[in-house]
């Protein structure tokens, strides 16, 4: 989709996706939806209630940090059953039955705890990113420091230039990460479905009939994407960050970890600011987000599309101002 059909569009809607394996995940007001596409071509659409966000998920700032573990969980409930619908096609179609008595104590003891193996993977998952993304930067920058023995000129100018360094090194790492995973042949799959949700969500926006040939002229680069929200995360951390200085490198990562909380607070409430309006502040915040699509989206095939559809007719709901962004 051009620029000048972006800036037509109707409406902007509430509702968001993710990509899965072989299918994505719609969320809606009301309603959340999965779809997956079988190996032998049908498409299996799961639907379920979503309840309400109450409590600190509405409060501004906070929201975002709560609102972030909490599609994360979601998220990575959603991946597993999307692995769970590819599993079963593959084994109805083996003619002998599957011999489960070889699995181990750990496996069977996670089926019978679902709700301790999600939230242990949506803590794994959220120590993973903390570790690479913030706690990784600022090491190296005070490693290089030491074995330099920069001392840089006053206190709040070397502040500035190391909390610069730190974030230049932070984003190289995330840049080299996505590049590295869109080399990966399933994940550039897990991307083509990613640009479907793009491109569906932008046809429903112009009001247009959910059809294939409709959505597939739509983009597939949004402005209301979770790699804006990466990227927003990156820059906010280095003013935020640069705030309370620097000190010796063990306080220097505590302070980021009490401190990221509110990083992703003030992240969130940009993109939602970046998401509403349409000027040149906000087009400027969309910017690098958009240009990052290039890595974490693909071109998807038709069948790609279908299966966006019919995720995203599942949520659509009856009330037409009810998923007003």
């Known amino acids: 989709m051009k620029r000048e059909t972006e800036n037509s569009c109707a409406k902007k809607t509430s509702i968001g996706g993710q990509a899965l394996i072989e299918g994505l995940m719609m969320l809606g007001p009301e309603r959340k939806a999965i779809a997956s596409r079988r190996p032998d071509g049908q498409i299996v659409t799961e639907i379920s209630d979503r309840a309400p966000m109450k409590g600190l998920a509405n409060i501004p700032v906070v929201r975002g940090s709560v609102r972030l573990v909490s599609q994360m969980g979601v998220g990575i409930s959603a991946l597993l059953r999307s692995a769970e619908i590819q599993e079963e096609a593959e084994a109805e179609a083996e003619t002998e039955p599957t ?26 998952g959220l120590g993973f990113s903390v570790l690479l993304f913030i706690l990784l930067p600022s090491l190296l920058t005070d490693g290089l420091r030491y074995l330099s023995g920069w001392q840089g000129g006053s206190a709040g100018k070397t502040n500035l230039i ?29 991307w083509m479905y990613h640009g479907s949700e793009h ?17 597939k002229r739509h983009s597939r680069f949004h402005p209301r994407c979770g790699t804006s929200f990466m990227f927003l995360v990156m820059v906010v951390s280095i003013l935020v960050f640069a705030l309370v200085g ?13 401190l990221l909380p509110l990083v992703a607070g003030i992240s969130y409430e940009l993109i939602r600011l970046a998401g509403r309006f349409d000027n040149p502040v906000t087009r400027l915040i969309s910017l690098p987000g958009l240009a990052l699509q290039r890595l974490t989206t693909a071109e998807p095939e038709d069948a790609m599309l279908e299966v966006a559809i019919s995720a995203m007719q599942a949520v659509i709901p009856s009330d037409p101002d009810s998923d007003q962004w």
């Open 99 to 124: 011999d489960k008595t070889n699995s181990s104590k750990i496996d069977a003891w996670l089926e019978q705890h679902p709700k301790f193996a999600l939230w242990g993977t949506v803590f794994l």
């Open 162 to 190: 190391l909390s610069a360094f730190e974030g230049v090194v932070r984003i190289i790492i995330f840049l080299s990460y996505l590049w590295f995973s869109s080399r990966i042949k399933e994940i550039r799959r897990v």
């Open 199 to 215: 491109k569906t969500i932008a046809a429903y926006e112009a009001r247009e009939e959910l059809t294939v040939e409709n959505v």
């Open 246 to 258: 620097r000190h010796g490198a063990v306080l220097n990562l505590l302070l980021r970890l009490a």
